[in-house]
């Protein structure tokens, strides 16, 4: 069965630190792996996406990494602002399949 | 910048009500998917249409329907709307990974909170 986990479930940092946050998945015959956000009560915010090909993808403070052969994928957030709290999910699409499968999200607190 | 609207923020209904549930995308993307999510359950795809009047299910169809007339717009249906469907419902779109672009990154709308009383 394909799974996708992420852990902790919650997960709460000062101000400031760099933080990173895990996604696993039991499929190594991944086609891409999306990095979402999602405020309460809201839709989700596409952060990053990784193609299969792809070891890793940076957007401002953000860097996503893959390593497909250990079914890995860690977002990393630098210099943390209390404005990064929500939580993240990461998703990942699998080859022959348009969907995609949700790991449960981190819920990410920064402490002013 | 991609977007994906949905008809509602917010709606209530009563239980038996036939509930219609609205996405628009102005991509011309040709995949559109009904999720919804609930707390500790996570998102859960519904139904996804990869065509216009194309639809396949997804893992939780049971008690929807979907409708695809045209390539922007992917409407959710509960015909017969009934507790146990009161939840957060998430419309999303993206290009075919089979298409003409290799960059299927999928967009979500705001949501749509349903209440069914």
């Known amino acids: 069965k394909q799974e996708v986990t992420q852990i902790p479930a919650a997960l709460s940092v000062p101000e400031g630190e760099n933080l990173v946050l895990n996604c696993s998945f039991t499929?190594?015959?991944?086609?891409?792996l999306q990095w979402f956000r999602q405020d309460p009560g809201k839709g989700l915010t596409s952060l990053l996406l990784?193609?299969?090909?792809?070891r890793e993808q940076t957007s401002g403070r953000l860097n996503a990494s893959l390593d497909k052969s250990s079914g890995r994928s860690t977002l990393y957030i630098a210099a943390s602002q209390p404005g990064d709290s929500a939580t993240y999910l990461c998703a990942v699409r699998y080859f022959g399949n348009e969907k995609l499968t949700f790991g449960t999200g981190t819920r990410l607190t920064i402490i002013p | 910048d991609v977007k994906v609207t949905q008809s509602s923020r917010y709606l209530v209904k009563r239980t038996g009500e036939k509930v219609f549930l609205e996405c628009v995308q102005d991509m011309d993307h040709e995949n559109m998917f009904w999720y919804r999510q609930d707390p500790g359950l996570g998102l859960r795809l519904i139904y996804f249409s990869y065509d216009v009047k194309m639809k396949e299910k997804g893992d939780i169809p049971e008690g929807y329907s979907v409708s695809r007339e045209k390539k922007e717009r992917f409407s959710l249906i509960l015909e017969s709307a009934s507790t146990n469907q009161t939840s957060m419902y998430l419309c999303a779109s993206s290009f075919s990974s089979g298409g003409v672009s290799s960059y299927n990154e999928q967009f979500f709308g705001p949501g749509t909170r349903l209440t069914v009383l």
């Open positions: 990784i193609q299969s090909s792809q």
């Open positions: 499929d190594s015959a991944i086609y891409n």
